[in-house]
């Protein structure tokens, strides 16, 4: 994990040791956060994944999940929104409402991803 979080890394390298520590001993909600604030859009658009992967009870997890899916980055709202959509907890759907972003023109994946992460709320 000491390899994620080093900036100054080359970002593949981060997000296959990512995928590595999630797979071997799992990622403390606590690095997760920090990997949510990244500068870096692939790194969050992982951490948003994850969040919902392992700790998507958790209402802290849940709460930097809806927050990524209103992030700048389209690529980072798209995976947020996806993996909230894996998750059945009406309590975030009027935030999801309020946060979604305007997808950009032509993205139509961040579109469709915002609406199954709102559906998915109503079922």
Same mark, same amino acid.
Do not use: H, N
């Given at each position: 994990?000491?390899?994620?979080? @080093?900036?100054?890394? *080359?970002?593949?390298?981060?997000?296959?040791?990512?995928?590595?520590?999630?797979?071997? @001993?799992?990622?403390?909600?606590?690095?997760?956060?920090?990997?949510?604030? @990244?500068?870096?859009?692939?790194? &969050?658009?992982?951490?948003?994944?994850?969040?919902?992967?392992?700790?998507?009870? !958790?209402? #802290?997890?849940?709460?930097?999940?809806?927050? %990524?899916?209103? !992030?700048?980055?389209?690529?980072?709202? &798209?995976?947020?929104?996806?993996?909230?959509?894996?998750?059945? !907890?009406?309590?975030?759907?009027?935030?999801?409402? !309020? &946060?979604? *972003?305007? *997808?950009?023109?032509?993205?139509?994946?961040?579109?469709?991803?915002? &609406?199954?992460?709102?559906?998915?709320? %109503? #079922?």
């Amino acid at each position: 994990l000491r390899i994620a979080r @080093d900036t100054e890394r *080359p970002v593949v390298q981060r997000t296959e040791a990512l995928w590595l520590a999630q797979r071997l @001993d799992g990622i403390s909600l606590a690095d997760l956060e920090r990997l949510a604030a @990244d500068g870096e859009e692939i790194v &969050r658009a992982q951490a948003a994944r994850l969040l919902i992967d392992e700790y998507r009870s !958790d209402p #802290k997890a849940l709460s930097l999940a809806v927050g %990524l899916a209103a !992030d700048g980055s389209a690529l980072v709202a &798209r995976e947020a929104s996806a993996a909230l959509a894996r998750v059945r !907890d009406r309590s975030i759907l009027d935030t999801l409402l !309020d &946060r979604a *972003p305007e *997808p950009a023109e032509g993205d139509t994946l961040l579109d469709y991803g915002q &609406r199954l992460a709102m559906s998915a709320q %109503l #079922k």
